[in-house]
């Protein structure tokens, strides 16, 4: 009985150690993975890149590390729809602002305050080049990170 | 203030100053509302944040110079006669496009950035248009990335937008 319960103690052991694993290989997966998916439809296609950030910090107002999501070869005439970040904010962190810059310098930002799903309207902006990713804030510390999806149509 | 600061972090220490003010009731704030209407980012060029702007108010044609407006187009045209349609995703020219477009409306006065931004994104959709148009004339069934007989692209003679300067 006891060597019984001490296999499936071990068992448990290591599922949460692959978990544990799973979670630190995410985090530290390049910000060169991309994922597509595509719609068409009968006038326009829709269609997204993504990308991970690391963490991002932030201290007294001081901008974090900037993230940057190429995206990659697209249609010439790809313009954006909007971009969505699924934030995981530290706990304790002081609320901060999320800004998305496009290639050609337009920036949106949102404020945070707790971990989730942030949607910026980009509509009509150019698609193709590099986008950037930080935070900052107006006091405190802020720690966190975005899984970022671009969405675009041509 | 310390005197040993740079005209830049002065600059910021002065943004980050007035933001701290101006959201001394951020608790206010809900989890993803836009930032009150006078907050500045202190990192960015403030003409280009769209965050409080209605896109009436950027998103409209204005003059810009003829000679990047025609580099625009040639570097669309590259891209249906090089890749078909698709843009080069090559970690040495993929900002090209864009840089093109930052360097110069960096050049003009803030209030016409983000406008003139827009008008050059416009022309990409035109001159992409044009030549989807031409291709779709030999093959209905044409999508981006499908190869075709890219002599075909001198065919028609071009017309513009008259959008110049």
Not at chain 1, 46 to 57: A, D, E, K, P, R
């Amino acid at each position: 009985m006891r060597k019984k319960i001490a296999s499936l103690l071990t068992a448990c052991m290591l599922m949460c150690s692959f978990c544990v694993m799973s979670v630190s290989a995410a985090e530290a997966a390049p910000i060169q993975e991309m994922e597509f998916v595509q719609e068409e439809s009968s006038a326009r296609a829709t269609n997204y890149f993504s990308g991970l950030t690391g963490t991002m910090n932030s201290y007294n107002g001081v901008q974090s590390r900037i993230f940057q999501r190429s995206s990659g070869s697209v249609p010439s005439n790809s313009k954006m729809t909007s971009v969505e970040a699924h934030v995981s904010v530290s706990s304790g962190s002081s609320p901060f602002y999320l800004v998305i810059k496009s290639p050609d310098g337009i920036t949106r930002e949102t404020y945070v305050r707790s971990s989730g799903y942030y949607t910026l309207d980009f509509s009509g902006v150019d698609a193709y080049g590099t986008w950037q990713v930080y935070i900052y804030n107006t006091g405190g510390v802020s720690t966190a990170t975005a899984n970022v999806k671009y969405y675009y149509q041509y | 203030m310390n005197v040993s600061m740079t005209a830049s972090a002065m600059a910021k220490q002065y943004i980050y100053n007035w933001n701290m003010k101006l959201n001394k009731n951020n608790s206010l704030f809900t989890n993803g509302s836009t930032p009150l209407s006078g907050h500045i980012n202190p990192y960015e060029d403030p003409w280009m944040d769209i965050t409080n702007r209605s896109s009436s108010e950027w998103q409209r044609m204005i003059p810009v110079d003829e000679d990047v407006a025609n580099q625009v187009r040639n570097m669309v045209k590259e891209d249906f006669v090089k890749r078909y349609g698709m843009t080069d995703g090559s970690p040495e020219h993929i900002d090209d496009r864009a840089n093109l477009i930052k360097n110069y409306t960096k050049t003009l006065p803030g209030e016409q950035r983000l406008a003139a931004t827009w008008t050059l994104g416009q022309v990409v959709s035109e001159e992409a248009a044009r030549l989807k148009s031409i291709i779709l004339k030999h093959d209905p069934s044409w999508t981006y990335g499908k190869p075709f007989d890219t002599s075909i692209l001198d065919e028609d003679p071009s017309n513009h937008l008259d959008i110049y300067v």
